[in-house]
């Protein structure tokens, strides 16, 4: 389609015979010089360009609008661009075609010409490819595999297709060996592998975090290497997470794709919270669990569905040991509801008269050296 042959340009202009027949005299004679006619076929592409913009603009846009969907009118606003560009070359590439040129001259033009109209649909095509990826992304009910934790993956293949065949139609226009091209990437390729392992590492584990979707953006998690916060962007080299403290961290994926991951949103949309406490021995434990579960239902933070549960987990040394067992709706708050909690808790064990333990000895003397009596 694109090769382009050494054919002799021609040296005198032989214009269609429907056209010497359609053309005044006067204008014929000076459409014979080719010069003259090749810039008559650049006004023509021009004015058949503006013909074409108005086609897109003003007949197909004002057509499309009446469906229910936006792509088609955002389609056809991105191809105007492209048309309009691809009929000016067009132009360009038929008026070069009448010039008097050297053969090898006339090949040259035609195939930066040509390497130019491919340029123009590549980068249309990647406009159009993020278009229709990003409105999939959001119609999640008709397009179950493209949504917006799979739009990474599913745009960087695109691109990747289409680069890669924008680069192959590149050699078939110049006419190149793809031989030594692909032996070449092959030796890069391997040499490229071993300097940027950790980078390719990072891709990889990026690519089957989108695909497995261990969790999304907006997700609340904690990482195997300590880090913690809300997922705001998911890469295919890393994730960042806004952390408590409000700073933004980027986590390489190969980090995060070899440790444990606690996804605190995933689920019901709650998260358990756990507040042990110690009472002295001898305190009247049922009063202690109706306290905290009082202390539980009153509190906002706290959800009442499921209800709040009270164990008595243990004989301490020192006390006997319970758990405050309730739920919450944000697993970021938990931190501010257990402050609040405790403060709850000692204030209603105070009114309660219920004594918060303490590690505490007691000494038993059994006997009592001679020594340590006292002279009477």
Not at 289 to 310: G, H
Request: glycine residues 8%; contains cysteine; charged residues 20%.
């Amino acid at each position: 389609m694109f090769l382009l042959g050494e054919e002799e340009a021609p040296s005198t202009l032989a214009l269609p015979e429907w056209l010497q027949n359609l053309l005044p005299d006067e204008v014929l004679g000076r459409l014979e010089h080719p010069w003259v006619f090749a810039g008559a076929i650049v006004i023509a592409s021009l004015v058949i360009a503006k013909l074409a913009d108005w086609l897109t603009t003003g007949i197909l846009l004002r057509a499309v609008r009446r469906t229910s969907s936006s792509l088609d009118d955002e389609v056809i606003a991105k191809l105007h661009g492209p048309i309009i560009k691809t009929v000016i070359l067009a132009g360009l590439w038929i008026a070069s075609s009448v010039l008097p040129l050297e053969a090898a001259t006339l090949v040259w033009i035609h195939r930066l010409i040509a390497t130019l109209i491919l340029v123009v649909w590549a980068a249309g095509s990647l406009r159009i490819l993020d278009l229709v990826l990003r409105l999939m992304s959001g119609q999640g009910a008709r397009f179950h595999a493209v949504e917006p934790r799979t739009l990474p993956l599913f745009s960087n293949l695109g691109k990747l297709v289409l680069l890669a065949f924008a680069a192959y139609l590149l050699i078939e226009v110049w006419d190149l060996n793809p031989t030594g091209w692909l032996a070449s990437a092959g030796v890069a390729g391997i040499a490229l592998g071993f300097a940027a392992k950790d980078t390719l590492a990072n891709l990889f584990a990026g690519v089957f975090i989108i695909a497995d979707g261990p969790y999304q953006v907006g997700d609340y998690v904690n990482l195997e290497s300590g880090y913690r916060g809300r997922v705001q962007q998911i890469g295919l080299r890393s994730t960042r997470i806004l952390t408590r403290d409000d700073v933004e961290i980027t986590v390489p994926n190969s980090v995060i794709g070899n440790g444990a991951i606690v996804n605190e949103s995933s689920g019901a949309p709650r998260y358990r919270v756990r507040l042990k406490v110690g009472v002295s021995y001898g305190t009247d434990i049922d009063r202690v669990r109706e306290v905290l579960n009082d202390v539980s239902r009153k509190m906002d933070a706290t959800m009442n569905d499921p209800a709040p549960r009270v164990r008595f987990r243990s004989f301490g040394g020192s006390s006997l040991d319970f758990e405050l067992l309730t739920w919450i709706r944000e697993p970021e708050r938990r931190g501010r509801i257990l402050d609040a909690l405790h403060c709850e808790v000692y204030k209603r064990f105070s009114d309660e008269g219920i004594e918060i333990a303490y590690p505490q000895q007691d000494l038993h003397v059994r006997t009592v050296p001679e020594s340590w009596k006292p002279a009477e």
